[in-house]
């Protein structure tokens, strides 16, 4: 099985980031840029993290026009991303023209939507006008992003069992919110363990604060992998 561990790299600056780059290896992890760091350091981090042998999940959360959206995914894939990510609230045309351009690319990354965001609650989208608990709206969204031939979301782990029986076993799920067994939440709503989202059907757990924040990160990734086994 491919490493299911992708450490988000929540840095401020690329050198905070290569240097958590240096304390682990390509064996053990594949790595996320996000906002942050992406506006920060740009296309040449991405390209450092290659050529250390990283994995890199570009995860810029892409919701425009689908026009614009179809440039950004083409760009990402450019770069040689090994994945990329547009938000599925973006729609049916947005989703296609993103998945039309990965196909389009030379190096086609995996394209991948975020359903509902593992900080949102049912409070918080009823607070915004929508009817539905985020459980439903995450399998309406999925539906949709399968149904536009992407390969997969960016979901909890809470709905990953279901979205597994859902949409098969190639089907990317993609499951933020993770935390060790008694760590703190921080402003995540839906967390959930390494083991149990594994258990459930997660193809990637992506961990941030778990892993950059622990006093040893490659200790904290070795306690991953060690559960998992
Ligand atoms: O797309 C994501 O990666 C993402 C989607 C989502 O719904 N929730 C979510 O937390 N993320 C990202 O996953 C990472 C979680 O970080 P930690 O909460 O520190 O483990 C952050 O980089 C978020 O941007």
Same mark, same amino acid.
């Given at each position: 099985?491919?490493?299911?561990?992708?450490?988000?790299?929540?840095?401020?600056?690329?050198?905070?980031?290569?240097?958590?780059?240096?304390?682990v290896?390509?064996?053990?992890?594949?790595?996320?840029?996000?906002k942050?760091?992406?506006?920060?350091?740009?296309?040449?981090?991405?390209?450092a993290?290659?050529?250390?042998?990283?994995?890199?999940?570009?995860?810029?959360?892409?919701?425009?026009?689908?026009?614009?959206?179809a440039?950004?995914?083409?760009?990402?894939?450019?770069?040689?991303?090994?994945?990329?990510?547009?938000?599925?609230?973006?729609?049916?045309?947005?989703?296609?023209?993103?998945?039309?351009?990965?196909?389009?690319?030379?190096?086609?990354?995996?394209?991948?939507? =975020?359903?509902?965001?593992?900080?949102?609650?049912? %409070? #918080?989208?009823?607070?915004?006008?929508? @009817?539905?608990? !985020?459980?439903?709206?995450?399998?309406r969204?999925?539906?949709?992003?399968?149904d536009?031939?992407?390969?997969?979301?960016?979901?909890?782990?809470?709905?990953?069992a279901?979205l597994?029986?859902?949409?098969?076993?190639?089907?990317?799920?993609?499951?933020p919110?993770?935390?060790?067994?008694?760590?703190?939440?921080g402003?995540?709503?839906?967390?959930?363990?390494?083991?149990?989202?594994?258990?459930?059907?997660?193809?990637?757990? =992506?961990?941030?604060?778990?892993?950059?924040?622990a %006093? #040893?990160?490659?200790?904290?990734?070795? @306690?991953?992998? !060690?559960?998992?086994?």
């Open positions: 099985m491919s490493d299911p561990v992708i450490v988000a790299l929540d840095y401020p600056d690329a050198s905070q980031a290569l240097a958590l780059a240096d304390r290896t390509p064996e053990l992890c594949r790595m996320k840029v996000g942050e760091l992406f506006t920060r350091a740009g296309p040449g981090l991405v390209e993290l290659q050529e250390r042998g990283f994995d890199v999940f570009l995860d810029l959360k892409y919701h425009d026009i689908p026009n614009t959206v440039g950004a995914v083409r760009a990402a894939a450019d770069l040689g991303v090994w994945m990329v990510n547009v938000h599925a609230g973006g729609g049916q045309r947005m989703m296609e023209a993103a998945r039309n351009a990965v196909e389009a690319s030379a190096n086609r990354p995996l394209l991948i939507a =975020v359903t509902v965001l593992t900080s949102m609650s049912d %409070e #918080d989208l009823a607070g915004m006008g929508y @009817r539905e608990t !985020a459980h439903q709206r995450v399998m969204l999925a539906s949709l992003t399968q536009c031939g992407l390969d997969g979301v960016v979901s909890s782990a809470q709905e990953a279901e597994r029986a859902a949409h098969g076993e190639d089907f990317c799920l993609v499951t919110g993770i935390r060790f067994a008694g760590d703190a939440a402003d995540q709503r839906r967390v959930v363990t390494p083991r149990n989202a594994m258990d459930a059907g997660s193809t990637y757990l =992506v961990m941030g604060r778990s892993i950059t924040g %006093e #040893d990160p490659l200790a904290a990734l070795k @306690r991953v992998h !060690a559960e998992l086994a």
